[in-house]
């Protein structure tokens, strides 16, 4: 079974097959996470962006990483909180679910992920941790790949709560 890790940075320097973007439909980048991996990949990554045309919320597209240390971004969409009474759950599990899916599919045996919908998008983060170490963990039990899925906490707080949920 997978090896599962936590750590307190940067998703842009890491050295994993796959890092993930937690974007927004439109695929053509924005602020947080998504601005930080367009900078860091430079100019093509847009481009490929541009003609994938989009991403519907709970899915996953793929693309090279250019100049990032890793070879290929898996772009997710998280849902916007919207209350909670909005498929929120189902739709941040998704995310998780489909960039996993994408990647043993390409045949990818690391991933790293931001803390999706937790920045902008105001998903509260305990329950987004609980989420996506529950989505995780599920997956990996059932699946040879991934073989590492590293979650990357660019805050404290949501660092604190990865802690506390992994042990
Ligand atoms: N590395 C790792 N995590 C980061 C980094 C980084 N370099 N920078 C920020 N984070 P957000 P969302 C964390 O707002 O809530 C964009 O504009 C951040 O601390 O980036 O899913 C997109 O284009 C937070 O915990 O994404 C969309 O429009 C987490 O990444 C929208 O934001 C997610 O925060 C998506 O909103």
Request: glycine fraction near 10%; hydrophobic fraction near 40%.
């Amino acid at each position: 079974m997978a090896k599962i890790e936590l750590v307190l940075g940067d998703i842009t320097q890491m050295d994993v097959d796959a890092i993930v973007n937690a974007a927004n439909e439109s695929l053509l980048g924005g602020g947080g996470v998504d601005g930080a991996i367009h900078r860091a990949a430079g100019p093509q990554l847009l481009e490929e962006c541009r003609a994938i045309g989009g991403c519907p919320t709970g899915e996953a597209r793929i693309t090279k990483g250019y100049n990032l240390n890793a070879r290929y971004v898996i772009h997710t969409v998280g849902p916007i909180w919207r209350g909670g009474q909005h498929n929120e759950t189902l739709l941040l599990r998704h995310a998780y679910v489909n960039s996993l899916k994408l990647a043993q599919k390409h045949g990818l045996k690391s991933i790293a992920f931001p803390n999706i919908s937790t920045g902008v998008y105001h998903f509260p983060k305990q329950s987004a941790a609980q989420i996506a170490i529950r989505a995780v963990e599920e997956f990996v039990t059932k699946n040879p790949l991934p073989e590492r899925v590293v979650f990357v906490c660019f805050d404290q707080e949501n660092y604190n709560i990865y802690r506390e949920i992994l042990g």
